[in-house]
């Protein structure tokens, strides 16, 4: 089974990537940190129910990676906008048996105190243009969304867009059963619909 655990705003650089959230949401978002493996830095913003949402770039002062980054941020460009997102699952390698080379292998990563294992596939490149889940599991007792303060934010629905919407969600379908996530056919993006101190809000 996945679950869902976070969305991620990418940018061309961590700054943009934060302000479009701010912007969106109203809310000022946490300091994060760096990821060594692939050369990104984050800020993040906890949410309800356990979730949480990362700002996140490549990181200029970190040395490049020896393999392409994960989200496809090598080729990022344009304004920042919700990018990917992310599940969890308890068992990483039942899970990637079910879903298939487009979500990437194991890559073992830290920082700090956290350790998880994430698929990333070789080119950096998740199928159905960045529309597919990326899928992690934690091999730790922490979680990012325990050591961040509440925000008062929650998440009410995540629409996944994309022409083949309805292959990717009988793909995902005998693993997530989550009813805040929707597919619709369009244009590949992603919109996430969420509840603020201010009302509800539209990131994209």
Known sequence: MLELDHLAVAGETLEEAAAAVEAALGVAMQAGGRHARFGTHNRLLGLADGLYLEAIAIDPEAPAPDRPRWFDLDRFSGPA????????????????????????APVALERGALRWRMAVPADGRLAHDECHPAVMQWDCAAHPADMLPASGCALHRLVVVHPEAHALRELLAPLLTDPRVAFEAGAPALMAEIDTPHGRRALR
């Open 81 to 104: 906008r919700l990018h990917n997102w992310i599940c969890r699952a308890r068992d990483l390698d039942a899970a990637l048996a079910r879903l298939g080379p487009g979500a990437g």
